[in-house]
């Protein structure tokens, strides 16, 4: 059994006056590592939110009626509580007036459940981001020797707890995620028919990785009008599945000012969207697998270790590119993603002129955990 960062954090915030908001993609864990929580409190009651009857349960709620749906239950838990209506006015219901009680309410559409929380909840939640397994996670769990071995493996199927447990049967678990279930979320909201072109749009990104991507340009590869593009792009990072870069600008007339690039949480997923599984001495994208990967892994990091930074990637009119910044404490970290160790990168001069309080690095396949696992 792998020991998730998270679990140990709820633990710590459990009876302390507040709602816990776990949020992630399907398939993350989010319910087996509540499960193991709740099995450990006698006095506690499980919501699923994906059960029409607990939607009908919830649907007219009053304290008193709450009171007497969990009796002398001291902890509550709502899985998948995106699917019940109003459920921002509904946990703060719970939250106000029944104060013996610890709520755990668990999404994975941020667009339904943190856009109907924030304001309700102010002041009275915990919220947690949850994310597929991570590289730290799983040297944890078997050493960083094992780790580093499984690197290529890692880079082809990604760290989905089912993916990572089911060795041999990888592909197999990730065609069941990447058929449907994965975007069942983005699915049903909003009455969405066009899963097909959904599909289309996830494979276009997942051959653009590392490349700023056009609406126009996606929209004309899926048969969606750019603004349809725009909501299903949200719609997808709102769910965990992808996220993106902004472009990086403020000195240079020829800098990119308003481009975005687009990666994929999980390498697995990426590369069953497009069917390929070959080995990495057999693909020519393992520049963008790399960088994927590490990225991926760059943001589960981030939230780890709370860490504030801004992130973007800069590209001028003429090609000039770095693959990732971070900005923090006044300075630029410039990242440049190589496979190889040998591959020559270097800070483009404009670049350094421009913007003189810089540091630029080169992430290769020997030097890349002091990248995803140090503590800065």
Known sequence: MIQREIDTIIRKKLYSGKAIILLGARQVGKTTILKKIVEEYPDSIWFNGDDPDTISLFETISSS?????????????????QRIQDIGI?????TDQIKSIQLIATGSSAFELANTI??????????????????????????LLEERRLLPHRLLYGYYPEVVSN?????????????????????TWGNIKKSDKLIKLLQALAFQIGSHVSNNELGQICGLDSKTVDSYLNLLEQTFIIFHL???????????????KYYFYDNGIRNALI????????RADIGALWENFMLAERQKYILHTDLWVNQYYWRTKEQKEIDYIEDYNGTLHAFEFKW????????PASFSKAYPQNEFSVIHQENYENFIMSTK
Request: net charge positive.
């Open 340 to 347: 190889n160790k040998k591959a020559k990168a270097k800070c």
């Open 167 to 187: 060795l041999g049967n990888e592909q197999e678990m990730l065609r069941q995620l990447s058929d449907s279930y994965l975007y069942k979320d983005i699915l």
């Open 90 to 94: 509904k946990l703060k219901l719970i």
């Open 65 to 81: 009626r709450l009171q007497a749906i969990f009796g002398n239950k001291k902890l509550v838990v709502i899985d998948e509580a």
């Open 118 to 143: 924030n304001e309700p909840l102010t002041g009275r939640k915990w919220e947690y981001r949850m994310l597929p397994i991570s590289y730290a996670e799983m040297v944890a769990h078997h050493g």
């Open 246 to 260: 902004s472009s990086f600008s403020r000195n240079l007339r020829n800098e990119l000012k308003y481009s975005r």
């Open 275 to 282: 069917a390929n599984f070959n080995q990495i001495e057999l």
